[in-house]
Structures are given as structure tokens and as C-alpha cells.
């Protein structure tokens, strides 16, 4: 009997996503209303804060080996394992060095880098943050780990 009432309801949901699909009320990628479309198109962009022609810049994280520094031009090129990425600098882009201040001039080619980069709609990689030098090491007094702690703790519990 549980079977049937559930293949009833299974068969009507089917129904009403197909109706619903056919009518122009599904995604708007699926062949409906051009009219309609559009409008939905241009309703989420305008929710995103941008037109429906326009690419919003984004931001991510990046990081690699310095290859070389262009003090004129003010970028610096990350070596690449297909192809290398250059980065252009603002006057407003923090530079530091294990934690400290930094500039541009400071960065020596083959550390580590590490920043935040923001890609223009343009296509150009602007660094907003950029990190020279290995990453420092975080000390805290917690251990390193959740699964840590308690694996130092059942040992503690089964010694005598």
C-alpha cells in the first residue's frame, strides 16, 4: 500500500515539473518565452549589481615561486606549471614580509608568494595583498588538530 501512495506522488511531482517546463516556468536556459528569458536574464544580473553585458571582477587567492619583478612597469611574474602568470601592483596593494611591512623592490626572484588577486573585467590580475617569503607558522597552544586531541586522549585513558 506504501509503495503505491509513494509511486502516486513520485508520478504527480513528474507531472507538474513537465507542465510547468512546457509552460515557460522552468529554468531559463530550457526553450520557453524568448521574452520571458530575457527578462529573467536581465532581473539577475541587475540582482548581481551588474548589466547584462558586463563581467564582475573577482577575487582568489594565488601562490608560487617569484620568477621575475618589473620595477618599471610594477609587476611580478609567479612561475607557472603551463604557463607563467604576471600580476600588475597598485599603490594601494600591501606587500609583507614575515609579517611586517614590504614593498616591491623588497621581493627576491625564486621565494615563495602568496596573495589575494583580483581579476579585472578586462582580463588584467591586479594584486590587492601579496605575502614574500614562506608562509609563517601560526603558534598556538591548541594541538593541531581535533583528531589530535583526541587520539592523546584515549592514550591517556588506556595507560595505567
Known amino acids: 500500500m506504501k509503495t503505491s501512495h509513494l509511486n502516486t506522488l513520485l508520478a504527480s511531482l513528474v507531472a507538474a515539473w513537465a507542465l510547468g517546463v512546457a509552460v515557460g516556468g522552468g529554468d531559463p536556459g530550457v526553450p520557453g518565452d524568448p521574452e520571458r528569458r530575457e527578462n529573467v536574464q ?14 564582475k ?6 601562490r608560487g615561486k617569484l620568477k621575475a619583478v618589473d ?3 610594477r609587476t611580478f611574474t609567479l612561475a607557472g606549471a603551463e604557463k607563467d602568470r604576471t600580476f600588475q601592483t597598485r599603490p594601494q596593494t600591501a606587500f609583507t614580509r ?11 626572484v625564486g621565494e615563495d608568494v ?10 588584467t590580475a591586479i594584486a590587492l595583498t601579496v605575502r614574500l617569503g614562506a608562509k609563517p607558522e ?4 591548541k594541538p593541531a588538530t581535533r583528531k589530535a586531541a583526541s587520539k592523546k586522549a584515549k592514550s591517556d585513558e588506556m595507560s595505567p
Open 42 to 55: 536581465s532581473q539577475s544580473a541587475r540582482q548581481a549589481g551588474t548589466s547584462s553585458g558586463e563581467v
Open 57 to 62: 571582477a573577482t577575487r582568489y587567492p594565488v
Open 71 to 73: 620595477l618599471k612597469a
Open 98 to 108: 614575515q609579517g611586517k611591512a614590504a614593498k616591491l623592490e623588497d621581493a627576491v
Open 114 to 123: 602568496g596573495g589575494l588577486v583580483e581579476k579585472q573585467p578586462d582580463g
Open 138 to 141: 601560526l603558534v598556538t597552544d
